[in-house]
């Protein structure tokens, strides 16, 4: 069983940046894949960024790719999105999701998730 904590999600505007952080309590963390996603009010949660269990192969989606950075260290059971340039529109609620399997853009390949961190972007 993996719990996980995100934080680092506030209120900025237009252009700016924010660090997501997510923090695993399992000390197996570096056998799982991790992502996150975000979903916003009346919509269905979305696909932003996945990374390998090294950390040396990563997969963003095309909303974010050039302005999002996934990156990962495992002797902290750590997880971080650094995200750059930001638009209205990536207001969400943001998660971080485990698997102990490869898993891919499909939520339902994520075993575990936390309870999400709020990103709002004024414009």
């Known amino acids: 069983q993996v719990e996980l904590v995100e934080s680092g999600g506030g209120l900025v505007q237009a252009g700016g940046s924010l660090r997501l952080s997510c923090t695993a309590s399992e000390r197996t963390f570096s056998t799982h894949m991790v992502a996150w996603f975000r979903q916003a009010p009346g919509k269905e949660r979305e696909f932003v960024a996945r990374?390998?269990?090294?950390?040396?192969?990563?997969y963003l989606s095309d909303s974010v790719k050039g302005r999002f950075t996934i990156s990962r260290d495992n002797a902290k059971n750590q997880l971080y999105l650094q995200m750059d340039n930001l638009k209205p529109e990536d207001t969400a609620v943001y998660h971080c999701?485990?698997?102990?399997?490869?898993?891919?853009?499909?939520?339902?390949?994520?075993?575990?998730w936390g309870q999400g961190t709020q990103v709002t972007v004024s414009s």
């Open positions: 999701a485990a698997s102990q399997r490869f898993a891919r853009e499909d939520p339902g390949q994520y075993d575990y």
């Open positions: 990374i390998s269990r090294s950390g040396s192969s990563t």
